[in-house]
């Protein structure tokens, strides 16, 4: 977990950790810069297994989790971000898949998108096996950045690209997926947060995967694929820059998250309750 001016919502994502149904674990949590109490809060939580790396400088998202890839000490690498809830059987699942599937690199999950307060919106569909993950490679992986778990090896061959700012993420996938195998479990097992959109933040993302589809392209000789890719990235984002220049966005997320049962939401709202109650680590 890197993190970045995330006191506002960091304790929930700790608690979610370390009520965990797997106890066999630690957490790598490297600090990006934060100007805020972030490092202080991290500071208090009464559990060992928790390790903070911090060093007071801005470096980005891409070269932190770098710095816990080559930190980390266990077998497999679970990631997730600062502002994020992980349900309590999330590792123990996932880790039981990568058991039991050795062939497999990159495990996701489904997830809960939730606004400020918990607020459930729905849950983003899901794509369980490595062909429909990868069915259209230029147009991107459905395969959620915050609900990866995957073998160590895996991320040390492949690593962050620190010039892909805000695709980070997909251009991993982008470079590894020909010779990796990944795979998602159905099942909900993060709540990710996600309460406004931005132009900038879209801009930076897709400008940047265009730029991995370009060099992934012009090394396997597919520049017409290429370009016609790069040409639906651009649509969609002028499609995100209406949505939220016109003040829509929130519309546009809903429209992205497919409904959740009541029983689904009733069994958030439990998650959520449990990571927002003081006293049990924070």
């Not at 911090?54 to 980005?60: E, K, V």
């Not at 794509?127 to 950045?145: D, K, N, Q, V």
């Not at 132009?199 to 940047?208: A, D, E, F, H, W």
């Not at 109650?277 to 924070?282: K, L, N, Q, R, Y």
Request: one cysteine or more; proline letters at 4%; aromatic letters at 8%.
């Amino acid at each position: 977990m890197s993190m970045r001016d995330s006191g506002r919502t960091l304790a929930p994502a700790l608690r979610s950790i370390t009520q965990q149904h797997f106890r066999d674990w630690e957490m790598i949590l490297v600090d990006d810069g934060s100007s805020d109490d972030s490092v202080a809060l991290a500071r208090r939580v009464a559990d060992e297994r928790i390790r903070l790396f911090t060093d007071g400088r801005w470096l980005g998202l891409a070269m932190r989790l770098n710095q816990a890839i080559d930190a980390a000490r266990g077998r497999f690498i679970a990631r997730m971000d600062a502002d994020d809830v992980a349900y309590p059987e999330r590792l123990a699942l996932q880790c039981d898949f990568l058991e039991r599937n050795p062939g497999v690199d990159v495990l996701g999950c489904g997830m809960m998108v939730f606004r400020d307060g918990g607020l459930p919106v729905g849950s983003f569909p899901v794509r369980t096996t490595h062909e429909a993950i990868c069915a259209r490679p230029y147009a991107g992986f459905h395969l959620a950045h915050p609900t990866w778990m995957g073998r160590v090896e895996w991320f040390r061959r492949w690593r962050y690209d620190p010039r892909c700012l805000r695709a980070e993420d997909q251009d991993m996938l982008l470079r590894a997926f020909g010779d990796s195998s990944y795979a998602a479990l159905p099942d909900i097992l993060l709540g990710y947060r996600q309460d406004r959109a931005s132009i900038r933040k879209s801009y930076r993302g897709r400008r940047t995967f265009s730029r991995s589809v370009w060099r992934h392209a012009s090394e396997h000789r597919q520049l017409a694929v290429g370009a016609m890719a790069i040409g639906e990235q651009m649509l969609k984002l002028a499609y995100d820059t209406v949505a939220i220049g016109t003040g829509t966005s929130r519309k546009l997320l809903r429209h992205r998250a497919r409904p959740v049962s009541e029983e689904e939401i009733a069994r958030w709202r439990r998650v959520w309750l449990a990571c927002n109650t003081s006293g049990d680590c924070m």
